[in-house]
């Protein structure tokens, strides 16, 4: 049987395949395909966390992919709250707690990510 730490340790894991889905979710109704680089980096971050947690290449590259998360979700919300000005409030009612709730599962998983303990 599993302990409950060994389930907390994989919140980041799970976390970023989430991620990975919602970013695919956006290519797929229509976002742009430079997207397809947050996929990438999510399914990566989550791939190696799963496959080798204590790498020395794993802890900078899953910080870096948290890191862009964290901008790239801080940008989509702040244009969704610029939208709430103009005549489209409607999509911007939508996108904006989205946008708001992914970019603090990334302020999270940056921070999760960076201050890890070696195991």
Not at 42 to 64: D, I
Not at 66 to 95: D, N, R
Request: hydrophobic share 55%; with cysteine.
């Amino acid at each position: 049987m599993k302990t409950d730490q060994s389930l907390v340790a994989r919140v980041p894991t799970i976390l970023f395949f989430v991620t990975g889905v919602f970013w695919a979710g956006i290519i797929v109704t229509g976002g742009g395909s430079l997207l397809a680089w947050a996929v990438l980096t999510c399914f990566a971050s989550g791939a190696f966390l799963v496959l080798r947690a204590t790498s020395w290449f794993t802890r900078p590259l899953v910080a870096a992919s948290a890191l862009f998360g964290v901008v790239l979700t801080g940008y989509q919300l702040y244009l969704a709250l610029v939208t709430l000005g103009s005549g489209l409030p409607g999509l911007a009612i939508f996108s904006a707690p989205l946008f708001a709730v992914f970019t603090v599962i990334y302020l999270y998983l940056f921070y999760a990510c960076t201050w890890r303990k070696e195991e």
